[in-house]
Each structure stands twice: as structure tokens, then as C-alpha cells.
């Protein structure tokens, strides 16, 4: 039986950082511990298997895919039962804003939610609702890469269009692996455009001043 306040734990990093193996370890933990266990995916990210989550070493596990649609977060409201203990979703960037809400709901049952996802997306930039999901957590575990341009730790997630680096202009999703992702440090990872809008950026500040 979990406490009545429930716990909040956040896997966070870069792509290839190693964020889904742990979550499929702390969930493998709570089951050895009879535990019962709901594991929740985004039905976007359908790279390897649309009803598994599945890491970059091959490991999978079932889970539920709920989307964006309205009624799916109730949905797992819904398969988050009385017997069920433990919560784990994977790639918690992708879900809305409504996805604090209902952490929030279930933390209030009393339940452990264990969420893995991006803090950043390929801009360097905080994605969705990861940055809201680590300030509200019990515990937070930030994972790093390693970066595949000069093999320092990485931080960050470069994104590749046709071997290039991406545009600071594309979408911030774009669901990919290996073909067009890789894990960078800083002085690696190349973002076209970041210069001019760095540079609007420092513009808006200094006429705020004058």
C-alpha cells in the first residue's frame, strides 16, 4: 500500500541516455516486490512497436498507448485501478499540459508514478511538461549520453535532416531514432538559426531596458 501523499519519480536526459531501460528496471523492481504495475506509452511514438515500449538495447515491455484525443487521459484514470500500485509512462514529453493534472490526481490516490522522457528538445530548449513534471517531483534522475561526435558525455539531442544538422526552425516533434537523432555535448551539438534568434532575443531585452 503506498503512502497517501504517493511519489513522483522523473527519468529525465538526452536521447540514447538509457531513459527507458531505467524505467523498464524500476518497474521490473516494483513487480519482484508484488507490486502491481500499469506501464502507459504515447501512441506517436511508434518507432519499434506501437503496444511495447521498447529501449535502444531491444528490451520491450507491454504497455498501454493512449494519444492526444479527448477522454485519453481519463483513460488511464480508468486502467489505473485500486489494485493498481505503481504508474510508469514512458516518453512523458509528448503528452499535453493535462498530463499534470492528472499526475497530480493520481499522486492524490496515493500511487508512485515513475515518468521518463526529453527535458530538452533538439533546440536545447525545455520540452512540454518534463520541466513542470521535475520541479513537482519526490526524485529526480537526469541521465546523460554519450556524444557520438567526440565521446564526452552529452547532454543534448542533435537532430539530423539527411545527415545535417537540423534547422532551429523545424518541428519541435519529430518521432526517430538512430537515422535521425544522435546524443551531443555542448560543444558538439549544431543547431542552424540559433544565432539570429539569439540575437532577436538580446534585441527584445535591450529595448525592454531603454
Known amino acids: 500500500m503506498q503512502d497517501a501523499g504517493g511519489r513522483l519519480e522523473v527519468i ?96 492524490s490516490q496515493g500511487k508512485r508514478v515513475i515518468v521518463s522522457g526529453l527535458d530538452l528538445n533538439f533546440r536545447k530548449e525545455p520540452f512540454g511538461v518534463v520541466p513542470d513534471l521535475m520541479a513537482m517531483a519526490d526524485d529526480v534522475q537526469k541521465l546523460r549520453a554519450i556524444c557520438m561526435a567526440c565521446g564526452a558525455e552529452a547532454n543534448f539531442t542533435q537532430r539530423l535532416v539527411n545527415g545535417a544538422p537540423a534547422h532551429y526552425d523545424e518541428p519541435e516533434i519529430l518521432v526517430g531514432a538512430e537515422e535521425c537523432y544522435e546524443a551531443r555535448c555542448r560543444n558538439c551539438h549544431e543547431l542552424p538559426g540559433e544565432e539570429e534568434v539569439q540575437e532577436l532575443i538580446f534585441a527584445s531585452i535591450d529595448s525592454l531596458a531603454d
Not at 22 to 50: G, P, W
Open 12 to 107: 529525465c536526459g538526452s536521447m540514447f541516455s538509457g531513459k527507458t531501460e531505467e524505467l523498464m528496471r524500476r518497474l521490473r523492481r516494483a513487480e519482484y516486490a508484488r507490486q502491481n504495475v500499469l506501464t502507459v506509452k504515447h501512441s506517436i511514438d511508434d518507432r519499434k512497436s506501437y503496444a511495447c515500449i521498447v529501449s535502444h538495447d531491444g528490451s520491450k515491455r507491454e504497455a498501454h498507448a493512449v494519444d492526444d484525443t479527448e477522454g485519453s487521459l481519463s483513460q488511464i484514470i480508468k486502467l489505473a485501478t485500486d489494485e493498481i500500485d505503481v504508474i510508469g509512462i514512458d516518453e512523458i514529453q509528448f503528452f499535453p499540459e493535462g498530463a499534470l493534472l492528472l499526475i497530480q490526481a493520481l499522486l
